[in-house]
């Protein structure tokens, strides 16, 4: 399927640098932001779109392996954390308010952890494309953003053995202290990410790397990600546990996370790692370390005011403005 999705629309493309072009301003006086909006411009296949139904959906998943003790809290966390999304007392609550978001909170099969993936499989095909369908149904059709995030308490972890898994190097290499663990803490969970890619080694493409090391709510993730290339939607990145799930993708199909910009850079320690292997410079860098897609939500006025520079500027002409 993912061989098989759109690309961008190259007249819509072609059209958007036009426009640009006559806008009342320096050429790349707005630097970046002029990019952005043509970027956009040829997902939406409009050369003068505007964003006017974001979304967030938030994935919620257990993890086999946090009994290994790799998170600095226990997995009821992670339910408990849904219904503070659900009741609107959590930052990414706040942070969809201020950008103007709707916000999608979907917990996926809390009672039943995946396997810990130093042992087995984390899920069987039907769970993964159980997850994966999640995802992909979760998406609205009539939205034209798109900021997936996730809750699972230990999900630093199969994010790290993903990275690994994908992209090459050692457990330590991407093994970061996620929620906050000490360094024996730290130890533990880099041991148990070296054993999973040791037993997992080689074991197909990207989607059957996340069957084997990854989570339901990094399933989804990857899930919507897929579903919004079929609608043309445009997709903010998250942080580390989001560009995890993107990378599986990437690596099945290549030009898979064209639709897709990182919206920043966190402070989970590979995260500035991974978005180089992705090739998504981020948007901003404000030291997050939260998930909950807070960092993506947190990007989406940057595209708003890049698609209100780009559509609502007037151009030379209409200004009565002599140009260069």
Not at 23 to 41: F, H, N, S, V
Not at 44 to 53: C, K, Q, Y
Not at 184 to 206: C, F, I, P, Y
């Amino acid at each position: 399927m993912l061989a098989e999705l759109p690309v961008a629309d190259e007249d819509a493309r072609v059209g958007a640098a036009e426009r640009n072009g006559q806008l009342t301003k320096p050429p790349a006086a707005l630097g970046r932001l002029e990019d952005i909006a043509q970027w956009y411009a040829s997902w939406r296949a409009d050369a003068r779109p505007r964003i006017t139904a974001p979304q967030i959906i938030v994935f919620a998943g257990n993890h086999g392996v946090a009994a290994q003790g790799v998170s600095a809290f226990p997995p009821e966390v992670t339910e408990q954390m849904v219904l503070n999304f659900q009741h609107g007392g959590a930052a990414i609550n706040q942070l969809a308010r201020n950008a103007g978001a709707d916000l999608d909170v979907h917990p996926l099969q809390l009672d039943s952890p995946t396997q810990d993936f130093t042992q087995a499989p984390a899920m069987s095909e039907a769970e993964v494309t159980a997850a994966l369908a999640a995802g992909w149904d979760a998406v609205r059709i009539d939205a034209d953003l798109l900021v997936v995030g996730e809750m699972g308490i230990g999900n630093t972890t199969p994010a790290a053995a993903l990275a690994a898994a994908l992209l090459g190097g050692e457990a330590g290499d991407w093994t970061g202290r996620g929620t906050g663990v000490d360094d024996a803490g730290l130890t533990n969970k880099t041991r148990v990410v070296a054993e999973g890619l040791a037993l997992h080694k080689g074991q197909g493409d990207g989607v059957e790397t996340l069957r084997r090391l990854g989570g339901r709510e990094i399933a989804a993730m990857a899930g919507a990600i897929a579903r919004t290339r079929s609608l043309r939607i445009p997709v903010i990145l998250d942080g580390f546990i989001c560009c995890a799930a993107a990378a599986c993708l990437a690596h099945t199909a290549e030009g898979a996370l064209d639709h897709c910009i990182a919206g920043h850079l966190s402070a989970e320690g590979a995260h500035g790692r991974l978005l180089e292997g992705l090739e998504k410079p981020p948007l901003l860098s404000l030291g997050l370390r939260l998930g909950e897609a807070s960092g993506g939500a947190l990007a989406i006025p940057i595209l708003r005011a890049a698609l209100e520079c780009h559509s609502g500027m007037a151009t030379f002409a209409e200004a009565g403005v002599t140009d260069a």
